[in-house]
């Protein structure tokens, strides 16, 4: 599916973030996400073909503990600041960076890097790639699903 400007997808995807910024604020975002579990998220690994359907809620709080799992082992910073949300009260659309290709996540650039995973209330549309998705990272998400 090819995106254009009016995409809704992509105009929530390029809206106003907040970044869970500390760990105890991350978990406070999981724990949000996991009580809405069952409200139709499409989770999206950028680089993989965009899902077509959501995902039910155990899939989502599989995906949420693959990802906090990652995150822990792999983002070994006093902060976490790369998980962004439209709202940490009561989320529709996160962005979480993958810990290993970050670039410039949390400042200003040109061309900032893509996130790693996206989960939206919204159907994704394919992000234009501007990496190739690390091999570990595609069979990280294969396993994580079967």
């Not at 724990?31 to 999206?44: K, Q, S, T």
């Not at 006093?78 to 962004?84: D, M």
């Not at 962005?95 to 200003?108: A, F």
């Amino acid at each position: 599916m090819t995106a254009d400007a009016s995409d809704p997808f992509l105009a929530a995807f390029r809206g106003s973030f907040t970044s869970a910024l500390r760990w105890h604020q991350l978990d406070a975002l999981w724990e949000r996400l996991r009580e809405r579990a069952d409200a139709g998220w499409y989770l999206y690994a950028v680089g993989e073909p965009p899902p077509t359907q959501t995902a039910n809620g155990e899939q989502v709080i599989t995906f949420l503990a693959g990802m906090e799992r990652l995150l822990r082992a792999e983002h070994r910073e006093a902060h976490c600041g790369i998980v962004y949300a439209d709202d940490l009260h009561c989320p529709s659309f996160v962005k979480i960076y993958d810990p290993h290709d970050l670039g410039v996540s949390c400042g200003y650039s040109n061309a900032p890097p893509l996130p790693g995973w996206v989960m939206s209330l919204l159907p994704p549309c394919d992000l234009p790639a501007s990496r190739t998705l690390p091999k570990n990272r595609q069979r990280w998400w294969r396993r994580l699903f079967g």
